[in-house]
């Protein structure tokens, strides 16, 4: 495969995601009630009773890792979808047409990032309504977006990698569950590290979650693009979760 026919399958991907999107359009705010219960209830309550007083507004503090959570957590279900189109046949069908697995797995990796991107959108808002101090830039906002995306393509590809491993929806969800509360509780999103357990701390700089909502707190809140490091980091996490996603493709048909 050349590589024109390689962006152009990537593309394809892309597209088709872009329209199960326009077709479910409720599906996008009704994944998002409760990232957005989280901003508003949870994010409100903590800010009066200050919990946290060393993060200035628990509000605008939280939002950031509320996107993260719920952009995650959408990234992470996207391979349910690979089981169900191996229970119809429609995955077979698929990989006998002449189109690069690598172009398939970054394709569906760079789609499962833009649907979960969505909720970087609706959370934002409603972290705005709700009273967070989010910097206005319409760079930083393109930017905190781009990132949202980038990130999500490698919790896609973790993913694809687990569905090419699991043969039932309900494992699948159950693997899901298990990665995505660990992942948000064991980051930054909700509390600073440093307040954090022993054996927490130990875990938190290995999470890439961490390093996401370090970016958007940094982009968002305090107008800073000194991301280079986080961004690294991040790039490490995506170049091996789609490798790896890559490799075990060929096991969802087995």
């Not at 569906?108 to 970087?120: D, E, F, P, V």
């Not at 969800?173 to 909700?190: E, H, R, T």
């Not at 999470?207 to 980091?233: E, F, G, Q």
């Amino acid at each position: 495969m050349n590589y024109t026919s390689f962006i152009s399958c990537v593309l394809t991907m892309i597209e088709v995601e872009l329209r199960r999107l326009r077709r479910d359009p409720i599906e996008v705010f009704t994944r998002a009630i409760q990232p957005v219960l989280w901003v508003t209830i949870f994010g409100s309550v903590m800010a009066k009773i200050r919990a946290f007083p060393s993060v200035g507004d628990y509000v605008t503090f939280i939002a950031p890792g509320v996107i993260m959570q719920s952009a995650t957590f959408i990234a992470l279900a996207y391979g349910i979808m690979l089981i169900f189109e191996r229970e119809a046949g429609l995955l077979k069908r698929l990989l006998t047409v002449p189109i690069s697995r690598a172009a398939i797995v970054l394709g569906r990796s760079l789609a499962g990032g833009i649907r979960a991107s969505t909720q970087y959108i609706v959370v934002l808002i409603a972290a705005i309504i709700a009273g967070a101090k989010i910097d206005l830039n319409p760079l930083g906002l393109i930017i905190g977006w781009l990132m949202t995306i980038y990130v999500a393509m490698g919790f896609t590809g973790l993913s694809i990698f687990v569905a090419s491993t699991l043969k039932t929806r309900e494992r699948f969800m159950g693997i899901v569950g298990a990665i995505s509360m660990p992942l948000f509780f064991a980051s930054n999103a909700l509390y600073p590290v440093d307040i954090m357990p022993g054996f927490i701390k130990i875990i938190a700089p290995g999470n890439p979650l961490t390093y996401t909502v370090n970016i958007l707190r940094k982009i968002l809140i305090y107008d800073n693009y000194n991301i280079l490091v986080d961004l690294a980091a991040l790039t490490a996490f995506n170049a091996l979760s789609i490798t790896v996603a890559f490799r075990c493709f060929s096991k969802i048909v087995e």
